[in-house]
């Protein structure tokens, strides 16, 4: 089993990628529609990420295209990704998003999982060597930076599901932007709000994981989290309180990687999802730890076991196709 992203799979997961961003349909939108003027086709409301199923899994299909080109640029598909983004990421096609957000309706469009993977993929944008994609898209990233800095003041409380409506998750990819781009003043915001919603959680007992469709466990994202947005000693503080019984493997369910019946179930492919960003979050947060750490071990041990039972079905049917390869890069890059 692959243990890091190498060219070979970087080629695989780019060759999906490159199939499905502009597909468009099969398509589930999000949109709320103000009048029969706005039945429009995905196309016509989105004018880039109208492909990949839905809204957000185009954006994140863009985000790892980006960043297999700037670790592997000789691939053969980094010609087919550098046409892409010649084509799509032009500011015509980014004044229709820009558009489209403009609505009244569109202000909670994709909150807040979309936000962050708009913000993570201008981010990766902004490190390639030709920036021209990071500023052509820069419109639609201020609208979600925007977007961030006026909804996180009044989100009294955060939300703790393991699905796009995770706040922690957003919370991170965020602050990927904030540190890339020198965004002090929303980097400031973000590491706020991670410790009012969180900086008290103690002894979680991740009781509630998996649900029948999570795709993140509430648990283990929060604590990436906090190990991105905290400083080193607080969050080693933090993290000790926060899952305590680690060293014996508790809260067992967090070890176990979750079974999933049927690919060709929306939402029961989620799970696989779920062993991925899993595997993300236990190797980050292992790599945190001081290499003489027993817990380093387990939590690395607990990576490859969920790493391995979900790596191999990342292609296939297209339910899970369409974004999976997303989160085998985070995992095998954490």
């Given at each position: 089993?692959?243990?890091?992203?190498?060219?070979?799979?970087?080629?695989?997961?780019?060759?999906?990628?490159?199939?499905?961003?502009?597909?468009?349909?099969?398509?589930?939108?999000?949109?709320?529609?103000?009048?029969?003027?706005?039945?429009?086709?995905?196309?016509?409301?989105?004018?880039?990420?109208?492909?990949?199923?839905?809204?957000?899994?185009?954006?994140?299909?863009?985000?790892?295209?980006?960043?297999?080109?700037?670790?592997?640029?000789?691939?053969?598909?980094?010609?087919?990704?550098?046409?892409?983004?010649?084509?799509?990421?032009?500011?015509?096609?980014?004044?229709?998003?820009?558009?489209?957000?403009?609505?009244?309706?569109?202000?909670?469009?994709?909150?807040?999982?979309?936000?962050?993977?708009?913000?993570?993929?201008?981010?990766?944008?902004?490190?390639?060597?030709?920036?021209?994609?990071?500023?052509?898209?820069?419109?639609?990233?201020?609208?979600?930076?925007?977007?961030?800095?006026?909804?996180?003041?009044?989100?009294?409380?955060?939300?703790?599901?393991?699905?796009?409506?995770?706040?922690?998750?957003a919370l991170r990819l965020a602050a990927d932007y904030a540190e890339t781009v020198g965004d002090a003043a929303l980097g400031k915001l973000l590491h706020q709000t991670a410790i009012r919603w969180y900086g008290g959680d103690e002894v979680c007992p991740a009781w509630g994981e998996p649900s029948g469709d999570d795709f993140l466990s509430s648990t283990l994202i929060e604590a990436e989290c906090m190990r991105r947005l905290m400083p080193e000693y607080a969050f080693m503080r933090w993290f000790d309180r926060f899952l305590p019984e680690i060293g014996v493997e508790k809260p067992a369910t967090l070890f176990s990687p979750a079974s999933v019946s049927n690919r060709s179930d929306g939402k029961i492919a989620h799970l696989d999802g779920l062993n991925l960003s899993r595997a993300w979050c236990w190797r980050s947060l292992a790599k945190a730890l001081p290499g003489a750490d027993p817990r380093r071990s387990i939590m690395e041990r607990a990576a490859r076991d969920h790493l391995a039972s979900a790596l191999a079905h990342v292609q296939g049917d297209y339910m899970g196709e369409h974004w999976l390869a997303s989160f085998a890069v985070l995992a095998l890059e954490a």
């Open positions: 089993m692959a243990n890091a992203l190498t060219a070979e799979i970087a080629q695989q997961f780019a060759t999906i990628a490159l199939g499905h961003v502009r597909r468009e349909y099969p398509n589930k939108p999000a949109n709320a529609f103000a009048g029969p003027e706005d039945a429009r086709t995905p196309s016509q409301l989105h004018p880039i990420f109208h492909g990949s199923l839905d809204w957000h899994s185009c954006v994140h299909g863009y985000w790892m295209m980006g960043y297999i080109l700037r670790k592997f640029p000789e691939i053969a598909a980094a010609e087919n990704i550098r046409a892409l983004f010649d084509e799509m990421l032009v500011p015509d096609k980014v004044a229709g998003e820009c558009a489209y957000m403009a609505a009244p309706l569109a202000r909670g469009f994709e909150r807040p999982y979309g936000w962050g993977w708009l913000l993570k993929l201008s981010a990766e944008l902004c490190l390639l060597y030709d920036r021209r994609w990071f500023d052509n898209l820069k419109p639609l990233s201020d609208v979600f930076a925007g977007r961030f800095t006026d909804f996180l003041p009044v989100a009294t409380y955060p939300v703790r599901v393991g699905t796009h409506f995770n706040t922690a998750f």
